[in-house]
């Protein structure tokens, strides 16, 4: 999966089962929706691939590029 960090951040917007990681409550979680990203997500492998295959169908559907 190629995507920019960019990409990252509107899919996981768009995406209702995205769950930040564990990390990311060190920093206040009340107001890090600027964080909100797939590479924050705990659905997020490490080969940089969403578990719930998610992330193709939210692309499609919301025409992100
Ligand atoms: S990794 Fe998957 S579940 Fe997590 S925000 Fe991205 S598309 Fe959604």
Redesign the pocket.
């Given at each position: 999966m190629r995507a920019s960090f960019e990409t990252?951040r509107k899919?996981?917007k768009a995406?209702s089962?995205?769950?930040p990681m564990s990390e990311t409550k060190i920093s206040n979680s009340c107001c890090d929706t600027k964080d909100i990203s797939?590479t924050n997500?705990k659905?997020?492998d490490e080969d940089k691939y969403?578990v719930?295959d998610?992330?193709d169908k939210?692309v499609e559907n919301h025409g992100i590029q």
């Open positions: 990252y899919v996981a995406c089962a995205y769950e797939c997500c659905h997020f969403c719930l998610l992330y939210i």
